[in-house]
Antibody, heavy 120, light 107 residues
């Protein structure tokens, strides 16, 4: 069974940093693109960042570009999101998501989400 | 950026009726369009990709159509478990973008 277990979310002060992790199992992790999608309380879905199978190409929403870094460890079947210079508007439930293929970024599996709260 | 616009924001439907949800892209995205269903307290679930391909284990009461800039999700004979929020997403170009969602509620 395909499983994504995301973790690392917590309360952090504005300007602080956080690292989210996602442990993948039940599929050939190295063969699929991956991404992070977030959802602010009571709001819709916002794509945050994506990464290709090898990790050589990464993509970011303008709202996080220069502050967030996505990476993956194919030997450990893990996806990461390094978040710096956090702002109140980054407060959200962050989902680790699996792309439907190596190249097409529709998302056929979602983690349960990890909550990031940015507040003083 | 490709802006995705969903309509209506809320759709009131009686059980057993058909619901039709629309999604419009601000520029052509070919068929690179996905639909998701989200129930309260749950992660979204992929329903349709490639504009019309049902994902694994999705009932055939869900169907997608369209290409270019106009897309439709049709839910036939709505069941109680189908009342939820539905999002469209384009994956034709960066940044990836979602529509604002359509809430399907019971009339």
């Amino acid at each position: 069974e395909v499983q994504l277990s995301d973790s690392g979310g917590r309360l952090v002060q504005p300007g602080g940093s956080l690292r989210l992790s996602c442990a993948a199992s039940g599929f050939m992790f190295k063969n699929y693109a991956m991404a992070w999608v977030r959802q602010s309380p009571g709001k819709g879905l916002e794509w945050v960042s994506g990464i290709t199978v090898s990790g050589s190409d990464t993509f970011y929403a303008d709202s996080v570009k220069g502050r967030f870094t996505i990476s993956r460890d194919n030997s450990e079947n893990k996806l990461f999101l390094e978040m710096n210079s956090l702002r109140a508007e980054d407060t959200a439930l962050y989902y680790c998501v699996k792309a439907g293929s190596s190249v097409y970024f529709h998302f056929d599996k979602w983690g349960q989400g990890t909550v990031v709260t940015v507040s003083s | 950026e490709t802006v995705m616009t969903q309509s209506p924001a809320t759709l009131s439907v009686s059980p057993g009726e058909t619901g039709t949800l629309s999604c419009r892209a601000s520029q052509s995205i070919g068929s690179k369009l996905a639909w998701y269903q989200q129930k309260p307290g749950q992660a979204p679930r992929l329903l349709i990709y490639g504009a019309s391909v049902r994902a694994t284990r999705v009932p055939d009461g869900f169907s997608g159509s369209g290409s270019g800039t106009e897309f439709t999700l049709t839910i036939s004979s709505l069941q109680s478990e189908d009342f939820a929020v539905y999002y469209c997403q384009q994956y034709n170009d960066w940044p990836l973008t979602f529509g604002g969602g359509t809430k399907v509620e019971m009339k």
